[in-house]
């Protein structure tokens, strides 16, 4: 098994890549063109090799075509007033955990998640959330995530 290292700007374009793996993997996320993935592939750019970064991610390389993105995870480091639980009001989010069709199963969202949640508490960013998908939520829990009583809303387009 491979190890999951940070990613750079240049990986910016497979990371988008399995990005549109995730979402054909999703009920209603039908793309409409490309747009969206020239627009995140710039995003990532900009935000992957910042000095001080509010997004990073990690991956784990093809083993048979270096170069190439096995895996991903995702996250951005979120500022909002504290309160009780989290003082600070900083938080992480992790999205975006990904592995390729040929490659799962194999551990490689796991490191990826790992490597995210390690960075996080290297930066005393302790309060993480995510939105899990069916698959991905043994691995959130394995982790330590738990279901929280807070429902998700989102403001409809």
Not at 34 to 40: G, N, Q
Not at 74 to 87: K, Y
């Amino acid at each position: 098994m491979g190890d999951a290292r940070r990613a750079t700007a240049a990986d910016a374009a497979e990371l988008v890549r399995l990005r549109g793996v995730m979402f054909a993997d999703l009920p209603g996320q039908e793309s409409e063109g490309d747009a969206w993935m020239r627009s995140a592939v710039e995003a990532l750019r900009r935000r992957l090799d910042e000095p001080d970064p509010s997004m990073v991610a990690f991956v784990v390389e093809r083993p048979d075509r270096p170069g190439e993105l096995a895996a991903c995870a995702v996250g951005a480091v979120e500022f909002r007033l504290g309160g009780p639980r989290n003082p600070s009001g900083v938080s992480g989010y992790v999205f975006n955990v990904v592995t390729d069709l040929a490659y799962r199963r194999r551990g490689y969202s796991r490191l990826c998640v790992t490597a995210l949640l390690d960075w996080y508490r290297d930066r005393g960013i302790t309060a993480v959330h995510l939105r899990a998908s069916t698959q991905g939520e043994p691995l959130y829990r394995s982790l330590g995530f738990v279901r929280t009583a807070d429902p998700a809303m989102r403001l409809k387009d």
